[in-house]
Antibody
């Protein structure tokens, strides 16, 4: 069974940093592109970033470009999101999501339960 | 502001068929496949449709997707109370180099 478990969320002050982690199990992380998606309280889904299986293709939403960095450690079956220069508008539940199929282009077939990031001003 | 537009709400009685539209442009829906997600209250999203009209294993065949030009649709036939949820379309956007979600549609079972 595919499982994704996020951690690292919490309360941080505006301008601060936070690193989210996502541990995958039940599958081989190195075979799939991975994604971060967030949802602000009471709002819709917003894609944040994607990383290909070998980290050779990385994409970011304009809203986080230059502040967030996605990375992965396939040996540890883990995905990360380093978030710097955090703003109040980054407050959201952050979901880790695996592509449905290998080869990219099928975001987001499996989801974690999410981790809440709250940025206080 | 999302580049994929959905109606904010849709509703139907049990057993009815409900359709949700998703309007985009040539850089997203027009050039790429559409995926759909269901989000029950308080839960993580669930993958519902991929590649415009394909159902992942375990998704009931009451759910179907289609695409025409720069628009896509999700149909729920034989509406059930457990279908009450938010539904989102999504597609890759070649101009933005980003994956974009629709504005979301809340489905209510009357």
């Amino acid at each position: 069974e595919v499982q994704l478990v996020e951690s690292g969320g919490g309360l941080v002050k505006s301008g601060g940093s936070l690193r989210l982690s996502c541990a995958g199990s039940g599958f081989t992380l190195s075979s799939y592109s991975m994604n971060w998606v967030r949802q602000a309280p009471g709002k819709g889904l917003e894609w944040v970033s994607s990383i290909s299986s070998l980290s050779n293709y990385i994409y970011y939403a304009d809203s986080v470009k230059g502040r967030f960095t996605i990375s992965r450690d396939n040996a540890k079956n883990s995905l990360y999101l380093q978030m710097n220069s955090l703003r109040a508008e980054d407050t959201a539940v952050y979901f880790c999501a695996r592509d449905y199929m290998g080869g990219g282009g099928s975001c987001c077939g499996y989801w974690g339960q999410g981790t809440l990031v709250t940025v206080s001003s | 502001q999302s580049v994929l537009t959905q109606p904010p709400s849709a509703s139907g009685t049990p057993g009815q068929r409900v359709t949700i539209s998703c309007s985009g442009s040539s850089s997203n829906i027009g050039d790429n496949t559409v995926n759909w997600y269901q989000q029950l209250p308080g839960a993580a999203p669930k993958f519902l449709i991929y590649g415009n009209d394909q159902r992942p294993s375990g998704v009931p065949d009451r759910f179907s997707g289609s695409k025409s030009g720069t628009s896509a649709s999700l149909a729920i036939s034989g509406l059930q109370s457990e279908d009450e949820a938010d539904y989102y379309c999504a597609a890759w956007d070649d101009s933005l180099n980003a994956y974009v979600f629709g504005t979301g549609t809340k489905v209510t079972v009357l």
